[in-house]
């Protein structure tokens, strides 16, 4: 709105001459015209002209490792009327240390639908990064979730003081201007009773509420250890479990951020820390029993061992990292079955927990089920298809070195090859798709903070697309491939040539084209050993580029292992031959 200010002492000494009162009406003229043009224009003053809009949240802090949904407005101070902007958001860590801090967030408009958890239209912000400017226009729905990667292992004490930079701006340009960042606080569970009766069955109600202290609805509390008794807490952020404690001590009890709407986030349960609440279970007083006999020295924590499905190698073959990094054995199963004889190896090895690699269509529920009755542990890293696993794991062990290797996920040949590898070197393996990398993957480029990608394979396999989204986030492109697009004996030659100086060859394993179970069953070991594991063909001769590749390792390589699928003897001999054996 405009407004005019008249002096009126000014305008009644005009009106003692003719002179006065003609300047008088042509004032007069003039705020009519004002007036008139104010009255056809009358609207929210753009954010161009607001000196300092009002930027307001429905929140005032971010629940740690649970889904945060507000509503950001923009408004004009003066009138209360809303304004159109750009809001940008900053993930500020705690400290310079913490370096495995993520910000995930997404905006829509008011009333529209939020899109599904790590799909299009979210942003995975890093330490110290700021995500695209957000376009608001009067108001926005925000959700946001941070959350500790722990990928460098320091203690969720050391998030305390974690908060997420808010800045605005007239344009999507900038200059950018700060306002109140938003704290983030872990969530709360308390129990009430917190102290029961052992050997009495007890109604113990438990709250969730989040960093505002508005209760956490929808959420799953269960015991540390076991499975039940479990409940939901509810619309006002409460569950009720009978609980019936054998024996006196503590039992600890957390609630887990498993589903926002609609979206299943049991790929990521590592991130940031739970809430927590301990209950202890008492007995009457008695006379004071007899000095108890020296503590048994601790029992050795229960193994850790890895399961995925058997039918197709790629979720084996992309966990080959974390199963390097671990040291945890690979299982293979089919999707609907637990083998027997895994059944019997876990028993009798006391496996404590398994992390199943894959969605429910991978490794199905009833699977999962059968595991937690045998009083295992169970933890899935998963996505909607091979894709999002390959992104949850790569997010799940993290990066440390600013190097990634990414192949094909439609064809398994150079994933077998690159595996070991990628295992040795501890580096992040991405599956390519045919319209280049895939959108689930896409956050990971800034995320892991990659400089340096190897493309494994040739165009036919890992397409220009793929290359240019890589190029497009600033990373340095190596592309690894034989003379013949499609040739994956042609690749693994190059590989060879490649890495022939970072590799160990004292012992050069083979694995028969074609027969990827074993191969597969095989490549953690070879990793292990500092090698790559060698695909030769099942019949024939060796193709002319990989003998030759084999021949550079001559003075190196003292033997040859078949470790996977059926290497004929002739193939083991021009192998042999190729390597001066």
């Not at 094909?408 to 150079?414: A, N």
Request: negative net charge.
């Amino acid at each position: 709105m405009v407004v005019m200010v008249v002096d009126t002492c000014r305008l009644a000494a005009l009106d003692n001459d003719l002179g006065g009162i003609l300047m008088k009406t042509r004032l007069s003229a003039v705020i009519g015209g004002l007036l008139l043009l104010t009255a056809l224009f009358s609207r929210p003053a753009p954010l161009a002209h607001a000196a300092v809009p009002a930027v307001t949240l429905s929140t005032s802090a971010v629940t740690e490792g649970y889904f945060t949904t507000f509503t950001l407005s923009l408004q004009n101070p003066a009138t209360g009327s809303p304004l159109s902007g750009y809001i940008e958001f900053k993930n500020n860590p705690a400290s310079a240390a913490d370096t495995d801090y993520y910000v995930d967030v997404a905006a829509v408009p008011a009333g529209a639908a939020m899109p599904a958890y790590g799909q299009f239209g979210w942003s995975d912000i890093g330490p110290g990064q700021v995500s695209a400017p957000v376009a608001v226009n009067g108001q926005d729905t925000v959700e946001v979730l941070a959350y500790d990667a722990e990928a460098t292992g320091d203690p969720d004490s050391a998030d305390a003081g974690q908060n997420i930079g808010i800045a605005w701006s007239t344009t999507a340009t900038g200059p950018f201007s700060a306002v109140a960042p938003m704290p983030v606080t872990p969530a709360t569970l308390t129990a009430s009773p917190s102290s029961i009766r052992a050997k009495t069955a007890t109604p113990v109600t438990f709250t969730l509420t989040g960093a505002t202290g508005a209760p956490l609805s929808g959420f799953l509390v269960k015991p540390e250890t076991g499975s039940t008794p479990a409940g939901e807490t509810g619309a006002n952020g409460t569950v009720t479990l009978t609980l019936l404690a054998p024996t006196a001590g503590p039992t600890a009890f957390f609630a887990e951020n498993n589903a926002d709407n609609g979206n299943n986030l049991a790929g990521i349960e590592y991130a940031g820390p739970y809430a927590t609440a301990t209950v202890t279970a008492t007995v009457a007083p008695a006379a004071p029993p007899p000095a108890p006999p020296p503590a048994p020295p601790p029992a050795p924590s229960r193994p850790t061992v890895i399961l995925a499905r058997s039918d197709l190698p790629y979720d084996a073959l992309v966990g080959q990292v974390l199963a390097d990094r671990t040291h945890w054995p690979v299982y293979l199963t089919p999707p609907t079955l637990l083998e027997p004889g895994i059944i019997r190896t876990w028993k009798a090895e006391d496996v404590g927990r398994v992390v199943i690699l894959g969605g429910p269509a991978a490794i199905s529920p009833q699977i999962a089920d059968e595991i937690t009755a045998m009083g295992i542990t169970v933890t899935r890293i998963w996505g909607a298809d091979r894709y999002g696993t390959a992104a949850a794991l790569a997010r799940f062990v993290g990066d440390r070195s600013g190097t990634a290797v990414v192949t094909s996920g439609l064809t398994y040949s150079d994933l077998l090859s690159v595996a070991a590898i990628a295992g040795e070197h501890q580096w992040p393996l991405l599956l390519a798709n045919a319209s280049g990398i895939p959108a689930v993957e896409e956050p990971l480029l800034r995320s892991l903070s990659l400089r340096t990608v190897y493309v494994v394979g040739s165009q036919a396999t890992v397409n220009a697309a793929a290359v240019l989204d890589l190029e497009q986030a600033g990373i340095h492109v190596i592309r690894i491939e034989g003379p013949t697009p499609g040739d994956p004996y042609g690749t693994e030659a190059a590989l060879i040539t490649t890495f022939r100086m970072s590799l160990s060859w004292r012992t050069v394993y083979l694995a028969g084209g074609g027969a990827y179970l074993a191969g597969l069953a095989a490549s953690p070991a070879v990793a292990r050993a500092g090698s790559m594991l060698v695909q030769v063909p099942s019949a024939g001769t060796v193709p002319a580029e990989l003998a030759a590749a084999l021949a550079g390792l001559r003075g190196s390589a003292q033997s040859v292992s078949a470790v996977g699928g059926t290497v004929p003897s002739q193939i083991l001999r021009a192998v042999e031959n190729s390597l001066g054996l």
